[in-house]
């Protein structure tokens, strides 16, 4: 007998986006059969074994004892920590795992992609934001994790900065080597979503026969595809165009960040049109908005109200409010605008403004040295970005 799938899986697909509907259209892609419509629901009660239990293993022996041996083993990796007792092994199983690079990983692509991803400036980091995380919000069976993690108390903008951060870390410069930035963040990212599953599910009011299992395998797929596949996506929209090999780069990266990050091989992208597949797929299975969806949704729209700027903040601050609800308009249009709380009538008059500007500048990276050049303008704007958002660094 099929096993009960969790009650927030809806009966067929739902609509989504018309920018991923159209995407998935040009490349041939349809919406999931009723076998994979399936599977997508059955995911939302498989989590990440191996991270749970070296969580369950670091309870056992204390967090003052697993916690350093853990940051030991990631810097530096897990031979490098003393003496391990046999009780020990949930630890090295999982650095045993994470440590063994596939034999498909190209440190080629990987760092071709980070380039590329650099290159979209903070324009990036705009569509991550307006349209990626916004649009999130309607995916109401996450946002139950969400709420207990106490993301209206945190808010959405200390958020977005900390999921940026991974982000930047994920794309810096060699990041992704071993004991990089960005592989540290996605590991200790990792861990953070088994302890965060674990102290949920133990919640009395957390229904797993309604959510599933907290930060399981379907929504982890979205989310990796949304926080580093999206963007890329939504930049065309905006005039960042890249070459074909470069998209596909991009794809490679988001297979190995899931692979470190936990995603099951299913959900691992083998190229860039298999990644418009998995963002189509999961959209379909988990766009089923609730009264969460404006909880969360409606205070993002005033995060720009309290960011830092040296000049004009009045100003400065209001039209950076009438810049992101414009983006958010533009891409996710009407009917997810209305879902999410927020106003219908936009102007989208920034991705008018930027989309020449970006066209042109995605012409001159095609230049000899062109791609390194707009790397580096691209992270320059993204670390402006955020001291603008938080107020650190400067």
């Known amino acids: 007998m099929a096993q009960p799938l969790p ?42 074994a191996p991270a749970d239990r070296l969580v369950d293993w670091m309870h056992t022996v204390g967090m003052s004892r ?17 003496e391990l007792r ?23 692509r990987l760092r071709s992609a980070a380039r590329v991803m650099r290159s979209g400036g903070a324009d990036g980091l705009y569509i991550a934001r307006d349209v990626a995380l916004l649009g999130g919000y309607m995916f109401a069976g996450f946002n139950q994790t969400l709420l207990r ?46 302890m965060v599953r674990r102290h949920i599910a133990s919640m009395d009011d957390w229904n797993t026969s309604a959510w599933g299992v ?24 905006m005039g960042i165009v890249n070459r074909p ?20 091989d299913e959900f691992l992208p083998t190229s860039f049109r298999d990644a418009i597949r998995v963002l189509l797929h999961t959209s379909c299975a988990l766009s089923t908005p609730d009264a969460t969806t404006r909880q969360l949704a409606m205070p993002m729209v005033e995060d720009p109200l309290s960011w830092h700027y040296r000049t004009l903040p009045g100003l400065r601050r209001w039209l950076a409010r009438s810049q992101h609800l414009g983006i958010t308009g533009a891409f996710l249009g ?28 995605s012409a001159a990276a095609l230049l000899p040295g062109g791609r390194g050049r707009a790397a580096e303008r691209g992270r320059r704007e993204q670390a402006s970005f955020m001291r603008t958002m938080t107020g650190v660094g400067g």
């Open 86 to 108: 046999p009780g020990d092994a949930p630890l090295r199983a999982f650095f045993a795992e994470v440590e063994t690079v596939p034999d498909w990983v190209d440190r080629d």
């Open 245 to 264: 090999n470069e998209y596909e780069a991009v794809a490679h990266l988001t297979r190995y960040v899931g692979w470190l990050i936990g995603v099951q």
């Open 66 to 82: 697993s916690r350093p041996m853990f940051e030991q083993a990631l810097r530096e990796g897990v031979d490098s920590v003393g």
């Open 334 to 361: 009407p009917r997810a605008m209305r879902v999410l709380g927020l106003p219908v009538l936009t102007v989208p008059w920034y991705p008018l403004i930027r989309t020449p500007v970006n066209a042109v500048r």
């Open 7 to 48: 009650t927030r899986h809806p009966q067929r697909p739902r609509p989504v986006p018309p920018a991923i509907r159209l995407f998935a259209l040009a490349l041939g892609l349809r919406e999931p059969d009723a076998a994979e419509f399936r599977r997508l629901g059955e995911c939302l009660l498989v989590a990440d």
């Open 149 to 194: 993690t106490g993301a209206l108390e945190k808010g959405s903008n200390k958020r977005f900065a900390e999921t940026s951060q991974w982000a930047i870390d994920v794309i810096s410069d060699g990041g992704l080597e071993p004991g990089g930035a960005g592989y540290r963040s996605t590991v200790r990212v990792r861990l953070i979503h088994a």
């Open 214 to 237: 907290p930060i399981n395998q379907t929504d982890m797929a979205a989310t990796l595809v949304g926080a580093l596949v999206a963007p890329t996506v939504g930049g065309v929209g």
